[in-house]
């Protein structure tokens, strides 16, 4: 019985439900629909007033000059955007009430009132308005110089306007035929002389409007959820005038119908509702709320029916649970009985309860009990605390036995029975192994920091992703940089301190290691320490993290003060300098006594002396070519040395080179050949040192090949730049000096590399030129087989050519 009145008194709701919401969907669709054609009425009366403003505007003109003539009309209308989209208006213009006269020529002053300085109060013949102008003039041609008096149609509506003062519409067009359907209207509007004096007439303001488009795009809504017919008041020839076609859909559910009076016309406006608009309407609620209504009764009468048959099986379900409760409280008790993790369970006072196996061996140890229920936590942990908050703690305790004492963290966690009884969890474990590691660390950490702040190297660690930086105290102490409080990032703030000559070095090897160009980023520059006191810095940093996608994450480096060895560095650089040209002077004068001693000695047989003047000469040769290499090298690594760059033929210096270095490959009994390329082009460098770049690798190969084989000079053509090759059969270049071949006064150790002789300049001064002038040095060995020592040089194009000659 009961559920059968529960079942009708949810019908009953379900009913009033949808007719209360039925309802109010009505009456919101009306004040919706009636929302939209309020905004259409204020878009009408706001285009419409509007189309009164622009002739307003017209009439402003004429009052405000002397002589309107045809280009302040153009003006006018341009600055309206006419023709355009705005408002719809196609054209404007303005009819004087009288006529042109015929000595003022175009845009002269016009009889009747349109020239103010000579308008009258008296009155114009009524049937002389003419228009004098019209914008644009190309699309409104058949208005200009209409008199209104030859149309019959028109004039009485000039009349009307003019007597009422008032704007006035026509829908008659001149010049279009009935079967055009009247596409346009015109608007008339009086100009007098004043807005308080009527009596001094000056002509009309007249206006062409699109009918067709006038009552178009008022507002967004306008198409989408409604539509508008509007028709104007009946034509003494034509009858009524639909200027919006009527809509053929079905018969709309919501219509609203108004009637406007403007510009002396009745329209007469109807606007229906669209099936979208219909569609969006909430009149679906109803029978959406019915249908939940109806759900809500079949669930609810659903679940009486379950809840009578769970109750049955409730009782059933209490016992079964009873006893999986019990069940999982000794699984629960099992768990903690056998957890690593020792957990002891006390009262408020601190007074045990109960632990667990790795409590009982963890106590234990501390010469407790082997039974701790009743004992008191105070006893055994006496360094605890017990009245602090819940959380983490740390408790030093030396067994009673003797030993290392033990560290333990201890965990508090306060829980609370059913019967409201405040309950303690202590979970302790045993760190007294990762204590004394973790104090290792730290011992051997502070090693490191001593040994670094007694090299005097200052560390950094960079974060590339987030920006922010850990520097030393001795990197602070290096640039003289404070530690700033909430500085995040310290590592940037000696960017300030550089050399602006500097900087860009430092920031290129950085950008090139994080690109992952290089591996490393050194570089080497001036800090201003303090008083304009300039320090030289040497960086030295590498990318210890990257991302899956190569992208760096971490940088980490050093930086020391070698201002000192820079300095060093620098009068070695000029005690080698001094010294070469203090020996070229002499060597000079010994290389020309030697040869003159030769000139005299031609002829003459002395036994002995022959070979003793060749070796004096060849010696004095190689001593002056060992101080030449010192100079070039020292300019090089001064940056002292300049390049006159110039298009190089490339044929021409290869030839040259070869011719130069046969009488050396002579000696070695080697050919020396050169394989010119197929096109011929110019090469940009300096014509002096690429010919000492060249001689020295074909000397080189020379020196290094087997008797009776033959060097190659080639040359390659590629996209930008020329490659040339030298290439010999010899023994090849061992493996252990090829990482050191570019470097200074570097030679392969053995006797065979002694015998042939050489400074182990020449590679590192060539590597040199070859990247001073924009181009690569490289070589590729085969032991025993063939060598090649290659470099590029950038190809000159026709405009520096040009731009040389």
Not at 186 to 198: A, E, G
Request: glycine share 6%; net charge negative; charged share 25%.
């Amino acid at each position: 019985m009961f559920q059968t009145v529960i079942l009708i008194l949810f019908l009953g709701l379900s009913y009033l439900s949808f007719v209360l919401v039925h309802k109010i969907a009505q009456s919101r669709s009306e004040e919706s629909f009636q929302v939209l054609a309020d905004q259409i009425l204020t878009s009408i009366d706001r285009r419409l007033e509007e189309y009164d403003r622009i002739l307003d505007g017209v009439s402003g003109l004429v009052m405000a000059s002397d002589v309107v003539t045809a280009a302040d009309m153009e003006v006018y209308a341009k600055s309206l955007d006419i023709p355009g989209d705005m408002f719809v208006l196609d054209g404007i213009g303005l009819a004087s009430a009288g006529s042109v006269d015929p000595g003022a020529g175009a845009g002269g002053p016009i009889v009747g009132g349109m020239n103010k300085r000579t308008a009258t109060s008296s009155k114009p013949a009524e049937d002389q308005f003419i228009v004098q102008y019209v914008e644009p003039l190309a699309s409104h041609e058949q208005l200009l110089g209409l008199d209104f008096a030859s149309d019959s149609e028109l004039l009485p509506v000039a009349e009307r306007a003019r007597a009422a003062g008032e704007t006035i519409a026509t829908v008659h067009f001149p010049g279009r035929s009935l079967q055009d359907r009247y596409p346009q209207i015109l608007l008339l509007k009086p100009i007098y002389k004043s807005s308080q004096d009527r009596t001094v007439f000056l002509g009309f303001a007249l206006a062409v409007l699109n009918i067709e488009n006038a009552f178009k795009n008022l507002t967004p809504s306008q198409g989408k959820f409604l539509t508008l017919h509007v028709e104007a008041g009946a034509d003494t020839l034509r009858g009524p005038l639909e200027f919006t076609p009527a809509s053929t859909a079905m018969t709309p559910d919501f219509a609203f119908h108004q009637s406007i009076e403007k510009f002396g016309q009745t329209f007469s406006l109807s606007m229906s509702s669209t099936p979208q608009f219909d569609a969006v309407q909430p009149f679906r609620a109803r029978w959406v709320v019915l249908a939940l209504g109806l759900f809500i009764t079949a669930l609810v009468s659903a679940i009486m029916h379950v809840l009578i048959r769970k109750n049955i099986a409730i009782s059933a379900d209490v016992t079964r649970k009873s006893r999986d409760l019990e069940t999982q409280i000794q699984e629960n008790r099992c768990i903690l009985e056998n957890a690593m993790l020792s957990i002891v369970s006390v009262t408020k006072t601190g007074q045990i309860i109960h632990c667990n196996e790795a409590a009982l061996k963890l106590l234990a140890h501390l010469n407790g009990p082997d039974n701790m229920d009743g004992e008191m936590i105070s006893d055994l942990l006496p360094d605890f605390d017990m009245q602090e908050g819940d959380g983490w703690s740390k408790v030093v305790i030396a067994p009673m036995a003797g030993g290392e004492p033990l560290t333990i963290e201890i965990e508090k966690k306060t829980w609370f029975t059913a019967d409201g009884e405040e309950r303690i969890a202590l979970l302790m474990r045993d760190i007294t192994v990762s204590e004394r590691l973790t104090q290792e660390i730290a011992e051997a950490e502070q090693r490191w920091n001593l040994a670094l702040m007694s090299a005097h190297i200052g560390v950094f660690d960079i974060c590339l992703q987030t920006r922010t930086s850990v520097v030393s105290d001795v990197w602070r102490e290096t640039l003289k940089i404070p530690a700033l409080p909430g500085c995040n990032n310290p590592y940037q703030l000696q960017m300030a301190k550089i050399h602006p000559d500097d900087l860009a070095i430092l920031k290129k090897a950085e950008d090139f290691c994080i690109k992952g160009h290089t591996e490393r980023a050194t570089a080497r520059f001036r800090v201003n320490v303090e008083q304009d006191e300039w320090r030289w810095i040497e960086s030295d940093a590498v990318v210890v993290k990257r991302a899956p996608d190569g992208t760096a994450l971490r940088m980490l480096g050093i930086q020391t003060d070698v201002t000192e060895r820079f300095k060093l560095e620098q009068m070695k650089r000029e005690f080698v300098a001094t010294v070469s040209h203090e020996l070229r002077t002499p060597l000079t004068s010994i290389k020309g006594a030697i040869g003159l001693l030769q000139a005299q000695l031609k002829g003459v047989e002395i036994s002995g002396v022959d070979r003793l003047v060749n070796i004096a000469a060849s010696n004095s040769d190689r001593l002056l070519s060992l101080v030449n290499d010192i100079l070039d090298l020292e300019k090089l690594n001064a940056g002292g040395m300049k390049h006159d760059m110039e298009p190089v033929n490339l044929n021409e210096i290869l030839t040259l080179a070869s011719k130069q270095v046969e009488p050396y490959a002579a000696q070695w009994n080697v050919e020396v050949k050169v394989v010119e390329p197929e096109v011929d082009r110019n090469i940009w460098a300096d014509k002096k040192r690429i010919n000492q770049v060249i001689t020295n690798l074909l000397s080189n190969a020379c020196k290094f090949s087997d008797p009776d084989t033959a060097v190659r000079l080639t040359a390659e053509v590629q996209n930008a730049c020329a490659k040339i090759s030298v290439s010999n059969i010899g023994p090849g270049i061992p493996e252990k000096f090829r990482s050191t071949i570019f470097q200074p006064f570097s030679q392969a150790d053995n006797s065979d590399t002694r015998q042939r002789g050489g400074t182990g300049l020449g590679l590192s001064i060539s590597r040199r030129l070859v990247e001073e002038m924009g181009g690569s040095v490289g070589f590729k060995s085969d032991p025993g087989k063939e060598t090649v020592f290659w470099f590029t040089c950038p190809l000159a194009d026709d405009l520096e050519i040009v731009r040389v000659a």
